[in-house]
């Protein structure tokens, strides 16, 4: 409830779903354990269910839009965006997804070094660091993925999306800027 729900990234809280015979249990636990959500917090989730619909459409969109320009650069390897038909388990996501959202990857052809990637995150205007997917803002990281972990990314670079809700040719622009660096 803290990231698309809530749609600020400013709430801390959560849901369980639950049937009844296991939300008998979590009723029970939480009681006991006196964990309750503050109500302004409550209050924060509710007005953003109110807009939830239209910003998830507008978060699918754009990053489909970002992931599809990404293909089209030459510095990116591949785009991890199960939406797109290029993705390895597309076809799973077809069958069981109706949308997408907002959060996605991609890989690089080349392998920069760290001091080359915080260049290019570092000239980046529009999109913070963070891990707090799902929110208005646009937000990414990068991490290299260990040799040792069995991965078809093993060694790779993979930078993480989240694309929020500015203007998605804004994102772009934002983007290009920082692979020009790489070039």
């Not at 354990?33 to 807009?51: D, F, K, V």
């Not at 290299?144 to 500015?166: D, F, H, N, Q």
Request: proline fraction near 3%.
């Amino acid at each position: 409830m803290t990231k698309y729900i809530s749609g600020y990234s400013d709430v801390l809280a959560g849901s369980v779903s639950a049937n009844a015979r296991c939300g008998t249990v979590f009723k029970n636990f939480y009681k006991h354990m006196e964990i309750y959500t503050p109500a302004e917090e409550c209050y924060l989730a509710l007005r953003g269910l109110q807009s939830l619909s239209t910003r998830l459409r507008q978060h699918e969109e754009s990053a489909l839009i970002v992931a599809k320009w990404l293909q089209t650069m030459s510095l990116v390897d591949e785009v991890l965006h199960p939406a797109l038909p290029s993705h390895p388990e597309h076809k799973i996501w077809k069958r069981d997804f109706r949308g997408s959202s907002g959060l996605f990857a991609f890989t690089f052809r080349k392998d920069y070094s760290e001091q080359e990637l915080a260049a290019f995150i570092n000239s980046l205007e529009l999109f913070r660091l963070g891990y707090s997917w799902g929110g208005y803002k646009s937000l990414l990281t990068a991490a290299k993925m260990l040799r040792a972990t069995p991965s078809r990314y093993a060694g790779k670079t993979i930078v993480r999306l989240s694309i929020g809700l500015e203007d998605r040719d804004d994102l772009i622009h934002d983007l290009e800027k920082g692979f020009a660096l790489l070039k």
